[in-house]
């Protein structure tokens, strides 16, 4: 007898050919799930879910497949929204599509999929899924998909083994391209379908309007720091009396106030801003563009920098608390005083770059063989050996 796998139709091209792919091994069930129905704020019709769920149904019909829609809106404003308003607050920089992953598709809907007699769940992620047989179980790695332009496996960092154990990513092995060639010979309504874009489940939004919803406009200074500022604060020549002294320093943020630089403009609130941002600052007349290279929302000011190449926007290292610490594989987790070299990235779709990663006694840190540009608190750093994703923390 087939096994039953409950596939989370999204409406797009990826889920539509997942679920065909499916077909051939496995009893295949599709599930859309209705997460946001405001389009209050959505810029223009991207990504409206009436549409999606009306296209998930189609494939479903083309595929001869079991459809029903589930209505997740309260537990996705709860999990995800609600989280994305209390990191802006706090002046940090969420991923709202790397929690929804964690807690929504591979949490919530694993349990409904369950509920629904489901011994698996498959998504349209581009990323591969391998077993490694132990004597006293099984482990799951999550390795990059085949094509480095759509692998997903950034977006899948938070999940865990038995997340893994139950899941299904018959795309991996696949390239954009192929994927939509097997959606024309199938003639399916996803086939020419644009990839959607901006937030989980919401599409393309405009940022400030939606955060506007909670947190409210507050005028305040927009205040340039010279390079000159960086003049005094160089590694090249320092001797570290400890790896902990070492450590600290590269992750160090650098501190500002007012009177370190020059008022340029005014904003509407500090937390409407993110670390690396150059639209939305209102400033004219530069000859170079300027860049946020910090926010301060306790006293609501917005320092920049002009320039790619400005100091204030590059740092080597990563500092995070051991809470926020997460091993995808738990075996490889390093006790405290060790350390290992790694690929690590802060953004999809960013080149993996060498770093070593180090367990210590206050905290974890990610030190990068490169300095790294815009990093900012609350981003997710995940860390590979080779293809295989390990591990993942959120920027302290």
């Given amino acids: 007898m087939k096994k039953t796998v409950v596939v989370g139709l999204s409406g797009g091209v990826d889920s539509s050919v997942a679920a065909h792919l499916l077909k051939k091994k496995f009893k295949v069930i599709g599930l859309f799930m209705k ?9 223009s019709n991207d990504c409206p879910w009436l549409e999606d769920s009306y296209d998930a149904m189609l494939v479903a019909e083309k595929l001869n497949i079991p459809f029903q829609t ?89 999940l865990n083994q038995k997340q893994l154990s139950k899941s299904l990513f018959p795309l991996g092995g696949f390239l954009k391209s192929e994927i939509r060639q097997i959606a024309k010979k199938l003639n399916l309504v996803t086939a020419e379908k644009k990839d959607s874009q901006g937030l989980c489940f919401i599409g393309k939004i405009s940022l400030t309007d939606f955060l506007k919803q909670k947190l409210k406009t507050k005028e305040g200074e927009i205040i340039e720091i010279k390079k000159s500022f960086y003049e005094n604060i160089n590694s090249d020549n320092l001797v570290f009396n400890s790896i902990e002294e070492k450590l600290i320093f590269h992750t160090r943020k650098n501190k500002y106030k007012k009177t370190d630089g020059e008022i340029l403009g005014l904003h509407h609130g ?31 000011v917005i320092y920049v920098g002009k320039g790619k190449s400005h100091p204030g926007l590059t740092r080597r290292g990563i500092r995070i608390l051991h809470e926020d610490v997460h091993w995808v594989r738990p075996d490889l987790a390093l006790i405290k005083k ?5 690929l690590a990235r802060i953004r999809y779709r960013q080149p993996l770059d060498k770093a070593i990663i180090y ?18 608190e609350g981003q997710f750093v995940t860390w590979y050996l080779k293809d295989e994703l390990i591990g993942s923390g959120s920027i302290s």
């Avoid at 941002?277 to 301060?296: H, N, Y």
């Avoid at 060790?338 to 790694?342: E, G, L, N």
């Fill in 338 to 342: 060790q350390s290992m070299d790694v």
């Fill in 359 to 376: 367990n210590q006694n206050d905290a974890f840190y990610v030190i990068f063989e490169k300095p790294k540009s815009s990093i900012a």
């Fill in 70 to 158: 589930i209505d997740l809106s309260e537990i996705y404003k709860k999990k995800i929204i609600d989280y994305m308003f209390s990191e802006y607050k706090k002046g940090r920089t969420p991923n709202p599509d790397i929690l929804c992953n964690r807690e929504i598709k591979f949490e919530i809907f694993l349990n409904v999929a369950t509920s629904l007699g489901a011994d698996y769940i498959a998504t349209g992620h581009y990323c591969i899924k391998k077993e490694i047989s132990k004597s006293n179980g099984s482990l799951f790695r999550l390795i990059k998909g085949k094509d480095n332009e759509k692998d997903q496996s950034y977006f899948l960092c938070q």
């Fill in 270 to 300: 500090a937390h409407f801003f993110t670390k690396g941002q150059r639209k939305g600052l209102s400033v004219g007349g530069m000859k170079e563009p300027l860049f946020v290279i910090d926010t301060d929302v306790n006293e609501n």
């Fill in 35 to 43: 997460n946001w129905h405001d389009e209050s704020v959505t810029l």
